[in-house]
Nanobody, 126 residues
């Protein structure tokens, strides 16, 4: 399994932007589909976005569609989550997760992923 480390979180005003990074160890990252999930205090963890192992296919939660963009760089072993037009309701701990995938499948459930990072805090002030 790969080890995943997130970075890029912070405090931003509503309407602002942040870019989260998820860096993976290991030489088989190119085989991994990667997802981003978030969990706000007192709430269930929810799916945000995911990308296929090749980077060719993506999926998004309706709440972030058209505002967030997920990309994958298999040379740098990194997945990015570009977050624009942030809203206070986007405040949460964001975690990336990976799973070996084939044929461009893009998982969307937390149970589909076997490797998880520690998370990075994103706080959006109104």
């Amino acid at each position: 399994q790969v080890q995943l480390v997130e970075s890029g979180g912070g405090l931003v005003q509503a309407g602002g932007s942040l870019r989260l990074s998820c860096v993976a160890s290991g030489r088989i990252f190119w085989r991994y589909a990667v997802g981003w999930f978030r969990q706000a205090p007192g709430k269930e963890r929810e799916f945000v976005a995911a990308i296929a192992e090749s980077g060719a296919s993506t999926r998004y939660a309706d709440s972030v569609k058209d505002r967030f963009t997920i990309t994958k760089d298999n040379i740098k072993n990194t997945v990015y989550l570009q977050m624009n037009n942030l809203k206070p309701e986007d405040t949460a701990v964001y975690s990336c997760a990976g799973t070996i995938s084939t044929w461009g499948k893009v998982p969307g459930a937390a149970g589909d992923f076997g490797s998880w990072g520690q998370g990075t805090q994103v706080t959006v002030s109104s």
